[in-house]
């Protein structure tokens, strides 16, 4: 049963959480092309790219 309340918890939002992700991936896109990014932003980029990859399999996997 836990595990259930877990899994609804935290799939019920997944379609936003990866809009919200690809709205900060376009903000650092469009930083990049014009000024350049810092370190920390290049690793943010990576990180952002690689949750809504997860996420949009998990995404699937729930419809």
Do not use: F, Q
Not at 8 to 13: A, D, I, K, Y
Not at 26 to 55: F, M, P, R, Y
């Amino acid at each position: 049963m836990a595990l259930k309340e877990w899994h609804v918890s935290h799939s019920r939002n997944v379609p936003g959480t990866i809009d919200t992700l690809k709205a900060r991936l376009s903000v650092l896109d469009c930083k990049e092309e014009d000024e350049g990014l810092t370190d920390n932003e290049v690793a943010e980029l990576h990180g952002i790219t690689s949750d809504i990859h997860s996420l949009s399999r998990v995404n699937t996997s729930i419809y």
